[in-house]
């Protein structure tokens, strides 16, 4: 796909314990973005998203609000080049 980017989220605040990385994997499934989410030991949550520009950069504003319980601080996003990544998972 010509128009399919990556992009590399590291997402601060309350954001782990509050639904967070099953809201992302649902978001991300109904705009058909591609990627995975995971927890990080400091507290951050770190998400990949990758498909048509539009989707993923949707994903990228959907992140700064996340699930309803989370209170975000920060988003950190830098651009990459895709990786053919089929599916979105949640990773451990």
């Known amino acids: 796909m010509k128009n399919r980017v990556r992009a590399h989220v590291f997402v601060s605040g309350t954001v782990q314990g509050v639904f967070y990385r099953a809201s992302t994997r649902d978001a991300a499934r109904d705009v058909e973005v591609d990627g995975w989410v995971k927890n ?3 507290g951050r949550v770190e998400a990949v998203f990758e498909g048509d520009r539009k989707a993923v950069e949707s994903m990228v504003e959907w992140c700064h609000t996340g699930s309803e319980r989370a209170n975000v601080n920060d988003v ?5 080049e895709p990786e053919k990544i089929e599916g979105f998972e949640i990773r451990r």
């Open 40 to 42: 990080l030991p400091d």
């Open 76 to 80: 950190e996003v830098s651009f990459e």
